[in-house]
């Protein structure tokens, strides 16, 4: 069984300019979560879709950040434009029931 | 208010030796569970185990143990006999049953196993 898989690993953009980053997770997972840890700082929360529903969006720092999940299988987080605050590393996780959660490898978004 | 506390940036453990690594938590939902989690330098977040809040035993997985004290509301994880693949980052994070699988995490702790 594949696991969680997110793309790209890496990302280096410049303020202002738009990046999609990309989860797919395991096959038959409902509950899908965006996560992100800013340099030093603790992995917070920012959505969590069940399907194709947004169940939790309260983490999302602002309307910069756009997260979709179409058909209720993989789902894209955009950030337009960018900001230098913006750099982390984003974690997606899925679950099938609100439980165990894996996650995915990350993409290190690096905004210069 | 912080609901994931880790006081350990960093611990140091001698290959084959036991270590533990504190997390406390904070919540007032009745049912909860409390996960550990290891990221190596690769970056990826990989599970080690669960505890649920009714759970009356410790919980165990291979090298990795639980020690649970609800009353003190410490989750602390102990690592058996340290391999040099265990030097990671730790983090501890709490599922607080009201929110539908979000975690809060922890800062984490820096695990080093030296020879």
């Known amino acids: 069984e594949a696991g969680v898989t997110q793309f790209p690993s890496h990302s280096v953009i410049e303020k202002g300019q738009t990046v999609t980053l990309r989860c797919d997770p395991i096959?038959?997972?409902?509950?899908l979560y965006w996560y992100r840890r800013v340099m030093g700082k603790e992995i917070k929360f920012l959505l969590h879709f069940v399907k194709e529903s947004k169940q939790d969006e309260s983490g999302m720092p602002n309307n910069r950040f756009l997260a979709e999940r179409t058909g209720g299988t993989y789902s894209t987080l955009k950030v337009q434009p960018a900001e230098l605050e913006d750099s982390g590393v984003y974690f997606c996780?899925?679950?099938?029931?609100?439980?165990?959660?894996?996650f995915g490898q990350g993409t290190r978004l690096t905004v210069v | 208010a912080q609901k994931i506390t880790q006081t350990q940036p960093g611990m140091f453990v001698q290959e084959k030796e036991a270590v533990t690594l504190d997390c406390t938590y904070d919540t007032s939902d009745p049912s909860y569970g409390l996960f550990w989690y290891k990221q190596p330098s690769s970056g990826e977040m990989i599970f080690l185990i669960y505890q649920g809040s009714y759970d009356q035993q410790n919980a165990t997985e291979g090298r990795y143990s639980l020690n649970f004290q609800k009353a003190r509301k410490s989750a602390n994880l102990v690592i058996s006999a340290s391999q040099l693949g265990d030097s990671a980052m730790y983090f501890c994070a709490i599922d607080r049953g009201s929110t539908l699988g979000r975690l809060y995490f922890g800062r984490g702790t820096q695990l080093t196993v030296w020879p």
């Open positions: 996780a899925s679950s099938r029931y609100s439980g165990e959660a894996f």
């Open positions: 096959s038959g997972h409902d509950n």
